[in-house]
């Protein structure tokens, strides 16, 4: 127990002095390396492109533009952006069309079934992009997973099945980092992700193709998933909305790797989003006959709202680990909401965020379930990482260094175990705070992580800077990822909005307003 508690120490010591000290020296070196042909996709021009699902859906629904050529005008996107970011893995797009040409002979001749109403089909004809780990009949969903190559799905995830019987049309898969257990989208697989709006760097993930095909425009909705941030992140280093959902909702079957544990707990499918009035209805369709456990339909009035801001998780021992545009972007967002609002926006200081990692490993590891080093040997073996990190150093192994190191960390994570009954209890005392704090009204700013889109490779030297987005899987919370435009050198930049359990409506309405005073997501192409 105390050894492990200095072990801890050494290392929270050891990550503060790297923070300072030796992270403007990488960031150098990762400048050198990466930003030499760096570029962006180009702008996005086409009005089609720049609209949300909803609108979409009503013009496609009135005739005042054909699915056909919507389909075609975002499959001619991602034609354009692919090639430059690498974020679909497999298309769809000859079928797609057929649908969508269904779709147009179905609604010109009038008189629908009550299956294409649109009361039951509200999304007739628009295009989904689809997360590569979640099976979609006829895709690949191999996550990464070099072994997997060639496995196709012969079924639908629940939510891919919810989201086709709304009417949309699956045209494209995209990737994510090897067993979606990491925050960079790049695997033996499929390669590298790269960041729309800079592609010297990344994209986050796991489900960073979303994020990065998305932003760039090549689809204006997608499927995520998230047991540590992996829709928040990329949401955020793309500059998009996405939806962590309350826990429990929405279903989590259909996807490689598939929790079976207490890490189930952890998971929570969502929305990923260009537009914020996507959210809501995206969600709905998503949770099924779940829905009703959310308020969804409730009108929301933000003004009569609690609301609270924190600006870092308070872990880092001389100073503050969040970049100070970061922080500059969410004290905008706050001053937005006091003014428009008329109200004050109170500045809270939980301390037990500090242990915000401690807390989701102890959640994690604590779970039994299958293992991560069972998932790499793809259910068939385990792999041990040991001999895989030898053979890694000579070029020889099939995973990719952050899986490694992963299955590595899992055995050292066994050794801790003894420490994490103490973070599981400080975890419940925390649910029960925040519980006290948010109420059934109150709403919580905070970052989304502490650094802009680092450079490729840049997060193994930041292997925890996850905690940011993982604390609240811990939690169960909803929580909503919100852009705020771009930093000074371009990147996006962002918050998550975070309510108690089950009222993922109020960060959903809170989202909207933010995105309607501040902006929302940035047309790419469009700045210097
Ligand atoms: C995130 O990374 C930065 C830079 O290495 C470091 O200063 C900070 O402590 C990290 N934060 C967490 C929560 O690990
Ligand atoms: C992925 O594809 C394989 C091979 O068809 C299938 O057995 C498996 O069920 C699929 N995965 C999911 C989550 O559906
Ligand atoms: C704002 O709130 C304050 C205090 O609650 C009140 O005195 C003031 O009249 C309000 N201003 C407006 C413009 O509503
Ligand atoms: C860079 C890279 O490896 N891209 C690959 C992405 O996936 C597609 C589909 O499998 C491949 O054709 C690309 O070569």
Request: aromatic share 8%; net charge neutral; with cysteine.
């Amino acid at each position: 127990m105390k050894i492990a508690r200095i072990f801890r120490a050494i290392l929270r010591l050891i990550l503060t002095l790297f923070g300072l000290i030796l992270n403007p020296l990488t960031g150098f070196i990762f400048h050198l390396v990466y930003d030499k042909n760096a570029r962006k996709v180009p702008p996005i021009q086409n009005e089609i492109l720049l609209q949300s699902a909803t609108r979409l859906a009503q013009r496609i629904r009135q005739r005042e533009v054909k699915a056909v050529t919507v389909m075609e005008a975002f499959i001619d996107r991602v034609k354009t952006v692919n090639p430059i970011v690498n974020a679909v893995v497999a298309n769809r797009f000859d079928e797609a069309i057929k649908e969508a040409r269904a779709v147009d002979s179905l609604l010109d001749g009038g008189d629908l079934s009550e299956e294409y109403s649109e009361n039951k089909a509200p999304w007739l004809g628009v295009p989904l992009s689809v997360k590569e780990a979640f099976a979609l009949s006829g895709m690949p969903n191999s996550s990464g997973l070099l072994v997997r190559q060639g496995t196709l799905a012969t079924s639908d995830a629940s939510v891919v099945v919810s989201l086709k019987k709304a009417g949309v049309i699956p045209f494209i898969v995209t990737n994510t980092s090897e067993l979606c257990m990491w925050y960079e989208s790049a695997n033996h697989l499929y390669g590298r992700t790269k960041n729309p709006y800079d592609t010297a760097r990344i994209v986050g993930g796991s489900s960073g193709g979303e994020g990065c095909i998305i932003a760039a425009g090549g689809a204006v909705i997608g499927i995520g998933s998230d047991i540590g941030g992996s829709i928040r992140m990329p949401a955020f280093f793309c500059g998009i909305f996405g939806h962590r959902t309350s826990k429990g909702v929405v279903p989590n079957d259909g996807q490689f790797p598939s929790p079976t544990a207490n890490d189930m707990d952890l998971l929570s499918t969502g929305p990923m989003c260009r537009y914020a009035e996507d959210l809501k209805p995206m969600l709905q369709i998503m949770a099924g006959n779940n829905a009703r456990m959310l308020k969804l339909d409730q009108k929301v009035d933000l003004g009569s709202l609690k609301y609270y801001t924190m600006e870092d998780d308070g872990g880092s021992l001389l100073a503050s680990n969040v970049d100070p545009q970061l922080k500059e972007a969410q004290i905008k967002a706050v001053i937005y909401i006091e003014q428009n609002f008329n109200l004050t926006v109170k500045k809270v200081k939980l301390h037990r965020f500090k242990y915000s990692l401690e807390m989701w490993s102890a959640l994690m590891y604590s779970s039994g379930g299958t293992s991560f080093c069972e998932y790499m040997g793809n259910m068939e073996g385990v792999v041990n990482p040991f001999p895989e990190l030898l053979k890694w150093l000579v070029g020889r192994s099939k995973h990719t260094l952050p899986a490694i190191g992963l299955g590595i960390g899992e055995k050292f994570d066994a050794l801790l175990a003894s420490t994490n009954e103490k973070f599981l209890k400080c975890l419940e005392e925390l649910k029960t705070e925040l519980k006290e704090l948010l109420g059934e009204d109150g709403i919580l700013l905070y970052p989304s992580h502490p650094l802009l889109a680092p450079y490729h490779n840049e997060p193994m030297l930041h292997p925890f800077n996850f905690s940011y987005t993982g604390l609240f899987n811990a939690l169960g919370l909803p929580v909503t990822q919100c852009p705020l435009g771009l930093s000074s050198e371009g990147l996006p930049m962002g918050m998550q909005i975070i309510c108690s359990m089950f009222n993922d409506h109020l960060s959903l309405a809170l989202a909207r307003e933010l995105e309607h005073g501040l902006g929302g997501w940035t047309n790419p192409g469009h700045i210097a």
